[in-house]
């Protein structure tokens, strides 16, 4: 036993050693299964090319649960350097003056070269300040995009090659498909909230609140019970009712990828970056990939749609000599060569220009693959459609799926769930407003 | 009764102090801190914080969510509790009667109650998934269609189903052990006076089983008031619109994911007071009517 024991303390003092030469970064973060794999891969690609600090990596759940294990850290003092957020939990970790350390001022401070116009606007937009200062470090941004089954377009007498372009095609395929018998559903959809609330706003140039989208100022409110907003909730009702439209559940909406990949449906709007795993998945069929559907008679649609995924967020409180690290590492993920690796690996946006460069030759041999791409560079963002940044809005998304399931079991019409949405998300603004007083 | 004297005054202390500790700090602590923070109004990060007084609960009372909150969990605790004594009942009988087999019966009923509940959430969540799920697939050969992802009343129903099953062995096993307490005597004296099986059932059986049934209402219904959160969190998270979102659920999802500490704390001082008072009523006035 005493043998067993001095030889752990002996290697417990071996590892404190080996700690101890290089400082140690924690990094928290939600990414799970292959993508997980990637990350870590790209981490000891860091960690390898030099000899000061080692990143360490953990997986700590999905984005909310992430989000909140940091601030949960945080009041405990225990938080990590790094940690991925949302971009849902901007307007929270933003408001957290003292808690963060911009990014900005992080890669000043440290001397690393950093330039925010090397971007891509849409990214940009969403995470600056109204001084144009980038608050947060980009790493994974996606946009909605649309994917359908090319076998069941062919079998329904479509072109396989045509994708719907507007809200009325998309009626229009449906109604041919599940007539033809190919499918007995023509979409469904994750995300209600970012997909079919929040980007359509943005992809038909809508406000989604005042303010310009919340940008302006903690004061703003939302303005989603627009006329537009209205017709899209009552038509996907309309359509649920008629079997056009399948609901996949709340937040990512869970129960539309099988929906799609069991062929049930012939088409469904998800991530960008579920773009590995639908081809995963796709075994039996031949996927295409398309824009965002827009009605037509909206001016100015299509626009250009909005991102998602998460930043990496600095926290303060770590020792001093974590900071120059987190710069350098920051360094090395925006490099063109990393990010075109991830985002090839994953479906999400290269981030930076250069990096969407370095993937030239990688979306010519897989076509479609460049689809989140062009849409989120259709048009330079508008106030309508650089994003959004309300507090609270983790839980304002909650409300979103809330009245879209009192719109789906038919309690209330499109216009009282979207009245009801803006008026207890005005709340949990003013609620958030007050908080941060 | 025994009483042991200690001469030495300090020593009972220490012997109560390590459970004295564990009281203090895993139950007096938090719900001091609860108490406190239903006062505050703070940011996420704990870094700003004001003192409002009443206001948490005040809006709580008027929020249409919360007052939603409160019937679901009144109508899920009822429907829990009836469902799942009134089954393990029948069960308990069935196996009472015979006898020959019914440690076998009894072993297989029991299973349930090993299952830990985010594991039989998970597992009610395959059966009734609408897409993907064995009992929708059936039920459309019959003509219904099932989507408790869109249908309040059918997320309700599955809730209530997966939280029963999981307490049906438990009250199976204290209805069993109560039912063979019951002298065999008494029954057979009823048979021979002409009483039959359910007569018997009523007037001999069950009043004699009120001790094990009280106490099983007790367990029962703070097990779904309180118990049942990782069934609801691994089958419909409270949803569709807020349908399945019993009390316990809600200070949770406001508190954690919401990161309203001040809401949340409210709503868990008031279930607090909740227990004390279902606890009061029913060991001070419903007790004194049951034969021991």
């Not at chain 1, 350097?81 to 350390?101: D, H, L, S, Y």
């Not at chain 1, 995300?191 to 903690?218: D, L, R, Y």
């Not at chain 1, 799926?401 to 009192?406: R, T």
């Not at chain 2, 062995?169 to 109560?178: D, E, I, K, T």
């Amino acid at each position: 036993m005493t043998r067993i024991y001095s030889a752990s303390a002996i290697a417990l003092i071996a590892s404190l050693g080996a700690a101890n030469a290089q400082t140690e970064i924690q990094w928290w973060h939600a990414m799970g299964g292959e993508l997980g794999t990637k990350l870590e891969e790209i981490v000891q690609g860091f960690n390898d090319s030099q000899d000061e600090y080692t990143v360490v990596p953990s997986y700590k759940g999905t984005y909310p649960e992430t989000m909140t294990a940091a601030i949960a850290a945080f009041r405990a003092q225990e938080q990590p350097a790094i940690v991925q957020v949302f971009e849902v939990g901007t307007g929270t970790m933003m408001a957290a003056e003292g808690a963060i350390m911009p990014v900005y001022q992080l890669m000043e401070e440290h001397g690393e070269n950093f330039d925010p116009a090397a971007f891509l606007p849409a990214v940009v937009g969403y995470y600056t300040d109204t001084d144009g200062n980038m608050l947060s470090m980009p790493f994974n941004s996606s946009t909605p995009i649309l994917y359908y089954n090319k076998n069941i377009f062919e079998e329904a007498g479509l072109d396989p090659e045509q994708p719907p372009e507007t809200w009325a095609q998309m009626e229009e395929f449906s109604k041919q498909i599940m007539e033809s018998g190919a499918a007995e559903c023509g979409f469904t959809t994750g995300w209600v909230s970012w997909i079919q609330t929040e980007n359509f706003s943005a992809w038909h140039n809508q406000p989604i609140g005042t303010m310009e989208n919340g940008f302006g100022g903690t004061d703003a409110e939302l303005t989603l019970n627009g006329e537009a907003q209205v017709k899209h909730w009552g038509n996907l009702k309309r359509w649920a009712d008629e079997g056009i439209f399948k609901y996949g559940g709340p937040v990512g909406g869970d129960n539309a990828p099988p929906m799609f990949y069991s062929q049930e449906c012939a088409m469904i709007m998800n991530s960008s970056a579920s773009r590995a795993g639908v081809l995963a998945n796709a075994t039996d069929f031949e996927v295409g990939f398309g824009m965002l559907p827009y009605y037509d008679d909206i001016e100015s649609a299509p626009q250009n749609s909005i991102i998602g995924g998460a930043t990496l967020w600095v926290l303060s409180g770590r020792p001093d000599e974590e900071y120059p690290g987190v710069a350098a590492f920051f360094s090395y993920l925006s490099s063109p060569e990393v990010q075109a690796d991830w985002a090839s690996f994953s479906g999400y946006l290269p981030i930076t220009e250069a990096a969407g460069e370095e993937m030239s030759g990688f979306f010519e041999e897989n076509p479609g693959a460049d689809t989140g791409l062009r849409q989120i560079t259709l048009n330079e963002p508008t106030e309508n459609s650089k994003g959004l940044r309300f507090g609270n809005y983790v839980q304002i998304r909650g409300i979103i799926d809330e009245e879209f399931e009192a719109l789906m079991s038919g309690s209330k019409t499109a216009q009282e769930a979207l009245d009801s949405l803006v008026e207890r998300g005005n709340q949990q603004i003013a609620d958030f407003a007050a908080q941060n007083q | 009764m025994k009483r042991t004297i200690f001469s030495n005054q300090l020593l009972p202390w220490l012997l109560l102090a390590p459970q004295l500790a564990i009281t203090f700090i895993f139950f007096i602590w938090p719900a001091a801190q609860a108490v406190w923070q239903s006062f505050l109004r703070e940011d996420a990060f704990g870094i700003r914080s004001t003192f409002v007084g009443m206001e948490n609960y005040l809006r709580l009372m008027d929020s249409p969510e919360y007052l939603n909150s409160m019937q679901v969990t009144l109508v899920f605790a009822v429907l829990v509790t009836v469902l799942s004594m009134g089954f393990s009942l029948l069960l308990a009988v069935a196996a009472d009667r015979t006898l020959r087999s019914a440690r076998a019966y009894t072993t297989l009923l029991v299973w349930p109650y090993a299952v830990a509940p985010a594991v039989a959430g998970i597992l009610w969540w395959f059966i009734f998934n609408p897409t993907i799920g064995i009992l929708p697939f059936l039920l459309e050969q019959i003509g219904y269609d099932w989507n408790h992802i869109s249908n309040p009343n059918e997320a309700m129903a599955l809730v209530v189903i997966a939280s029963a099953w999981k307490q049906i062995s438990y009250n199976f096993l204290f209805f069993v052990a109560g039912l063979q307490a019951i002298p065999a005597s008494l029954r057979e004296a009823a048979a021979i006076d002409g009483a039959g099986p359910v007569k018997r059932f009523f007037t001999i059986t069950f009043p004699l089983l009120s001790p094990t049934t009280f106490f099983l209402l007790v367990v029962n219904i703070v097990y779904a008031m309180f118990e049942t959160f990782a069934v609801i969190d691994s089958t419909t998270e409270g949803g569709p619109a807020q349908a399945t979102n019993i009390m316990v659920y809600k200070v949770y999802f406001d508190g954690f994911v919401g990161q309203n500490m001040g809401s949340s704390g409210a709503q868990s001082v008031i279930l607090m007071l909740i227990v004390i008072a279902l606890t009061v009523i029913q060991f001070r006035w419903v007790e004194k009517k049951v034969a021991y």
